[in-house]
């Protein structure tokens, strides 16, 4: 058990060994599912489906912890799935290489527990609130452009994607910020965070509420919704 004695020193031994029947989707591989799915598989999640369409780019090397010189061209999903042999072979990887859409997105995110949204699109986002609205699942929504992040919870019937994107349905903003290094890392970690205390069933939630990240400034604001 010496791979999860740190993280026992914050949640307990029952609670990690029930993080080994767990089910949690990662809707994007790139950015923020990277450090994600990187961050999952440390914290011991039984079973993480990684779901990406999209294959690596040298312009994904910035940021994209997945990505390095050898494995461009190569599917996302699936380097996923290699990432996590090397770091935690305990942990079982269900990669889909296939980009969610209205006709996929309830069988693929079926059997998830919480689904996390890494997407860069307002209407991937929207197609999964409303997939995890009819699974009966919570949503952990995060997104970022240049120095800043937004991270939020989402549970059925809350409908907090139409407050944060009111008057967006159907279009997409354009992110003129680009993204560095440090904004997808710190954005997923809060993500993952919101996952555990959705698993263990214990801490206060970003439900109803969203924490904005201005790392430019060190402003750490939660607006609520």
Aim: hydrophobic share 40%.
């Amino acid at each position: 058990m010496g791979r999860y004695d740190r993280n026992m020193m914050c949640i307990s031994e029952k609670e990690n060994e029930s993080l080994r029947h767990k089910t949690v989707a990662v809707v994007g591989c790139g950015g923020l599912g990277g450090y994600i799915i990187e961050m999952l598989g440390r914290l011991g999640i039984g079973k993480i489906i990684a779901i990406d369409g999209d294959v690596f780019e040298d312009t994904n090397l910035n940021r994209q912890i997945l990505s390095h010189m050898e494995n461009l061209g190569r599917p996302k999903a699936l380097e996923a799935w290699e990432r996590m042999k090397l770091v935690n072979p305990d942990v079982e990887i269900l990669p889909v290489i296939n980009k969610i859409d209205e006709s996929n997105a309830k069988t693929i995110l079926q059997r998830a527990e919480v689904v996390i949204d890494a997407l860069d699109n307002i209407s991937g986002r929207l197609i999964l609130q409303n997939a995890c609205e009819e699974l009966g699942v919570p949503l952990v929504h995060g997104a970022i452009a240049g120095w800043y992040g937004q991270i939020t919870t989402i549970f059925p019937g809350d409908r907090t994607l139409d407050k944060i994107y009111s008057g967006l349905k159907g279009s997409e903003i354009k992110n003129p910020l680009g993204n560095p290094s440090f904004t997808p890392a710190l954005t997923a970690s809060i993500e993952v965070s919101e996952v555990l205390k959705l698993l263990i069933g214990r801490g206060e939630l970003l439900r109803n509420k969203m924490i904005f990240l201005n790392l430019l400034d060190n402003n750490f604001e939660i607006i609520e919704l």
